[in-house]
């Protein structure tokens, strides 16, 4: 006997992309913690899986996931599912009828669509698959251009392309509900971007980590290392007078949302103390393209003397280690960001010595994820979220003597060597294996 579920109980399928799949999760978190919702699952959940099924939500709440969300296709209201097609006919029995009926009724159009995962289906095999769901109670009209509703049958091939079964692992079926924003991939790719840095994120990406740090409307972001000031397309040495950040901007009709941006050392104090930032969203330099640089002394005292007049000063340029960079990034957001703010980065990393426990901490920031992104066989970053739960005080200061969690990991600083060892030992790997021309 069919039980009556209302609003409340209703399940959704989300569809998910399967690329940057470590960054999913995290990201869909961070939306619906927006809307101070939970990420309430099934049990049969994996994360791995390019779908979810999430409960305990309204249909609103979906709709403004997908309006952000660049990991997430497309999301359904669930009516069925099951790992056959008789679990999934029992399944779609049991939905309520009421659920069903205002999407059903005879003056309205629908079309079904099929999607499969992993696999790819003849057309004549996706008929069969509709045609088997003449079960359902559809009373409308089908128009496969513009229709009212819109119902999906989704399977689940697994992810080994190498081992198709001939079965599908699940099948879905549900109600669409709204699409992903996959689109602004596309739109907002690099390729057509008017100024480029020769580090500038890709979009994609970039979409990401402002949706890790839960960004919202009137919030104030800061980029400590926001991009190179030289030119970086083939053949071009200097920025032309319209190639920069505001430009950008203005390409993509947000110039209204610039701020704007100085040229300053990340390590010297500058900020006010009462400067605060709802998140810090940034790529620090790994010191791959040139070693990191930071102005200093090699003196022990630097303070001028007071009769310093300035004018003969010229600043001296010093390496500025990795370990010291990310110890003051984290400082900077425990003094700097509003409590319950984010500070997302990127972090390197050279893999066959990675652990846990290399990510930097702070007793102010609490770390809420931590996802990679291989670059090489031997080199990775790891896109780092971390949000401020506490205002810093004066014991904070000597923590990372007290506490190893908060002693910097100084094994980031030899990163830029191991890079380049691993690029040498690869590359002569490839001149071994490939055999010369006989004179």
């Given at each position: ?236 040495k200097w920025r032309g007078p319209d190639e920069n950040i505001r430009a950008n901007l203005r390409q993509y009709g947000t110039e209204s949302l610039y701020v704007d941006v100085m040229v300053s050392d990340a390590s010297k104090p500058l900020w006010r103390k009462t400067a605060q930032f709802d998140a810090i969203v940034t790529d620090p330099p790994y010191g791959i393209r040139e070693s990191t640089r930071r102005t200093g002394s090699h003196k022990d005292i630097i303070k001028p003397p007071e009769d310093f007049s300035g004018e003969s000063h010229v600043p001296v340029s010093m390496a500025y280690h990795l370990s010291d960079i990310f110890a003051d990034l984290l400082n900077f957001a425990a003094h700097h960001l509003v409590l319950g703010g984010r500070l997302v980065y990127w972090l390197p990393i050279y893999r066959p010595e990675y652990c846990e426990e290399m990510v930097p901490l702070h007793p102010c ?75």
């Amino acid at each position: 006997m069919a039980v009556y579920c209302g609003r409340a109980c209703r399940k959704y399928l989300l569809h998910l992309a399967h690329d940057n799949v470590d960054f999913r999760l995290p990201e869909i978190k961070a939306l619906l913690s927006l809307r101070n919702r939970p990420f309430d699952t099934s049990e049969t959940f994996s994360e791995k899986s390019p779908f979810w099924q999430l409960k305990g939500l309204s249909e609103d709440d979906i709709r403004s996931v997908m309006s952000r969300t660049v990991c997430g296709k497309s999301s359904f209201e669930l009516w069925g599912h099951g790992t056959t097609t008789d679990e999934l006919r029992t399944s779609l029995l049991e939905y309520p009828a009421e659920n069903m009926a205002p999407y059903l009724q005879q003056n309205s159009t629908y079309k079904i669509n099929v999607y499969t995962f992993n696999k790819t289906l003849v057309f004549k095999d996706r008929i069969k698959k509709i045609d088997a769901l003449d079960f359902l109670p559809f009373k409308g009209t089908v128009n496969l251009k513009d229709p009212e509703h819109i119902f999906c049958l989704l399977e689940d091939y697994g992810s080994d392309p190498n081992d198709i079964p001939e079965e599908p692992f699940h099948i879905f079926f549900g109600r669409w509900i709204a699409d992903g924003q996959r689109e602004l991939i596309r739109s907002y790719s690099v390729k057509k971007r008017h100024f480029i840095g020769n580090t500038s994120m890709d979009a994609g990406l970039s979409f990401i980590m402002a949706n890790h740090a839960k960004v919202k409307a009137d919030d104030l972001v800061y980029d400590p290392f926001v991009g190179t000031g030289k030119a970086s397309r083939k053949n071009q040495k200097w920025r032309g007078p319209d190639e920069n950040i505001r430009a950008n901007l203005r390409q993509y009709g947000t110039e209204s949302l610039y701020v704007d941006v100085m040229v300053s050392d990340a390590s010297k104090p500058l900020w006010r103390k009462t400067a605060q930032f709802d998140a810090i969203v940034t790529d620090p330099p790994y010191g791959i393209r040139e070693s990191t640089r930071r102005t200093g002394s090699h003196k022990d005292i630097i303070k001028p003397p007071e009769d310093f007049s300035g004018e003969s000063h010229v600043p001296v340029s010093m390496a500025y280690h990795l370990s010291d960079i990310f110890a003051d990034l984290l400082n900077f957001a425990a003094h700097h960001l509003v409590l319950g703010g984010r500070l997302v980065y990127w972090l390197p990393i050279y893999r066959p010595e990675y652990c846990e426990e290399m990510v930097p901490l702070h007793p102010c920031l609490t770390l809420i994820s931590n996802c990679e992104q291989t670059l090489s066989s031997h080199t990775s970053r790891r896109l780092i979220t971390m949000e401020k739960t506490k205002e810093p005080e004066d014991s904070d200061r000597l923590s990372h003597l007290a506490d190893p969690r908060f002693t910097p990991y100084q094994g980031h600083n030899s990163f830029r060597e191991k890079y380049f060892s691993g690029l040498t030992k690869k590359n002569g790997k490839d001149a071994k294996a490939t055999p010369k021309n006989k004179e």
